[in-house]
């Protein structure tokens, strides 16, 4: 099967979340998937954050990483991922930070200030530095049934899932199954 980059692969609410979660279950080595693994799914993912990002509008056109920036770009990737992940979990630290920010600047020293278009790996560089400095840390949250990092921008704060209709119908459908089940076994 074909992958492709779909709107729910932009439920992160912000670029650099959404570049976090390219690895799908990043903490079960037997089923983890890096969709960046792929080159051609690391170009494709500019065109499909141009038209599906939270933040598409502060960005506008991104264009591909180009391959001498690749390894920078995963390196924020992971950073982005782990200081994230710990500031939801409460258990930061601030060498998890620093490494975050170290990544984000060497990222934007390689781009002209305001180059349109913006090329992918800048515009996560500044969604994260943007995260780290002025994002109200209790609307970053963690998707209770796919582990994703996502950016709950509800004006209540109130979101549970990355994506209500993926994985909050995953949840209710796997809860009613054992539900049933119960029912049956009693
Ligand atoms: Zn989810």
Known sequence: MTFSWTPHRFAGGALALDVANSVVL???????????????????????????????????PLEPVLPENRAAFLHLREATDRHFRAEVLGNS????LADLL?????????HPLKSMPTALDAAAARSALTLATSVDPERLKICPNCQWLFLDRSRNRSRTWCDMTVCG??????????????????
């Open 93 to 96: 630290s601030s060498q998890w």
């Open 169 to 186: 119908n995953r949840m209710k459908a796997s809860r009613h199954y054992h539900r049933q089940k119960r029912e049956l076994s009693a």
């Open 102 to 110: 170290d990544a984000a600047s060497s990222i934007i020293r390689r």
């Open 26 to 60: 990043r903490f079960d080595p037997a089923r983890r998937i890096d969709r960046y693994a792929d080159p051609a799914g690391l170009d494709g993912f500019a065109d499909a954050a141009t038209r599906f990002s939270a933040e598409n509008v502060l960005f506008g």
